[in-house]
């Protein structure tokens, strides 16, 4: 936004803040997390001081909590959100439990995650989680107070349409890569995972995967995360000495790690709103093996930039990732429809236009555009769209 000459100023709040509360005010979380008061007092500030155009909300839980929202509309400030997880209809964020795919809040109300205990195996932090999505269903905040959502795939647009946002109002755009990490000169003599070490992600299939395959076959896992020890003692124990876990990288090192491999797997089993590392795989003119679900199966289209496996199914991913072993030149096609894809999809030249076209009709919703376009009559429609302040 600011390389195309616009003027951002940006509103943050950090988490880490809990850490400082008293604990009495720490038992006041559950209602910030419904209502801020102080982050209402100094947005309102912000907005009568620096009068925007439009609002984009990114995060709000906790520390910000959802009164920002009606600060917007006193002022008569459109609102775009994105979509960057399930929160809104789904406690845990993730659609994801006892090691599968759950949609029972989906289906059946948010008290099936209190009973479950979703959000951090507890159920009062749930509960706290559930109440604050209900009342703000209840009082309209997400119908009438969000002008325009943005999620990150059809997939996703497709389960928050169903969680009840209204369809009208949600547009798809995706997330970018920048800056352009360049296209790898060859592929590598390894297989990269890279992602937090968490139960979703599926680590458990992807070990139970390589268990069967060739001992020349190389395995780099990249990240870091609650599951990293037992992982690591469950690779010892099924004796893959080919798996070599290299924790946390810096995102430039992760970047190299992905360019000199032969291919990214990303075995989630979970939903994943967008999945970032396929973006970036794609950048590197990297080819993606994934699992057949969610928006993964929408990022990576199987036989042209990738391949697909069946969640949670070792055996088949076992089967993909020999198959691709034994193809290296079909594999590197995929690597260059990749880049392709990238180029199409995932520069920032590509989502410019995508978020001001979003801003656009925010405006027109909130019937802005007029009387804007009364005080520029002057400069042309695509210098109008070149402006969000």
Same mark, same amino acid.
């Given at each position: ?182 296209? !790898? ?7 990269? &995972?890279? *992602? @937090? =070490? /968490?139960? +979703? ?34 690779? !010892? ?7 070599? &876990?290299? *924790? @946390? =990288? /810096?995102? +430039? ?137």
């Amino acid at each position: 936004m600011e390389q195309a000459g616009n003027e951002v100023v940006t509103y943050r709040r950090s988490n880490d803040e809990i850490e400082t509360l008293t604990p009495f005010e720490k038992l006041t979380l559950v209602k910030r997390s419904i209502w801020a008061a102080d982050t209402q007092r100094e947005f309102t500030q912000l907005l009568a001081r620096e009068k925007p155009d439009v609002v984009h909300i990114h995060n709000t839980f906790f520390m910000i909590s959802p009164s920002i929202y009606g600060a917007c509309k006193a002022r008569g400030i459109p609102v775009v959100q994105t979509l960057h997880n399930f929160r809104l209809i789904c406690p845990s964020v993730t659609f994801f439990r006892e090691g599968r795919v759950c949609e029972e809040c989906v289906d059946h109300g948010l008290w099936r995650s209190v009973y479950h205990g979703c959000y951090k195996d507890s159920r009062p932090a749930t509960a706290s989680v559930a109440l604050m999505v209900a009342l703000h269903r209840l009082w309209g905040t997400w119908d009438k107070l969000v002008t325009n959502y943005v999620a990150l795939t059809e997939f996703g647009r497709d389960k928050f349409i169903a969680g009840g946002l209204p369809a009208q109002k949600i547009v798809v755009k995706p997330n970018f890569v920048d800056p352009d990490p360049g296209e !790898r000169e060859q592929s590598g003599e390894y297989a990269l &995972f890279a *992602g @937090r =070490l /968490s139960n +979703e992600k599926g680590l458990s299939t992807l070990l139970q995967a390589w268990r069967g395959l060739p001992r020349h076959y190389a395995l780099h896992v990249v990240g870091d995360g609650p599951e990293r020890e037992s992982l690591e003692s469950h690779a !010892r124990l099924l004796g893959l000495s080919n798996v070599q &876990f290299r *924790g @946390r =990288l /810096s995102h +430039e090192e992760t970047i190299i790690a992905i360019k000199h491999s032969r291919f990214l797997i990303v075995p989630s089993g979970w939903y994943e709103t967008f999945g970032m590392c396929i973006a970036e795989a794609f950048a590197c003119g990297t080819p993606v093996i994934c699992s057949r679900l969610g928006a993964m199966q929408e990022l990576v289209s199987a036989g042209r930039t990738g391949l697909h496996f069946n969640s949670g199914d070792s055996n088949d991913l076992a089967a993909k990732i020999a198959w691709a072993w034994s193809h290296p030149n079909k594999m590197d096609a995929m690597g260059r429809e990749a880049r392709a894809e990238y180029k199409a999809k995932y520069t920032p030249e590509r989502n410019y236009p995508m978020l001001m076209e979003i801003y656009r009709r925010a405006l027109a919703t909130c019937g802005r555009i007029y009387s804007v376009d009364q005080d520029r009559q002057s400069i042309t429609t695509e210098q109008y769209q070149a402006i969000s302040k």
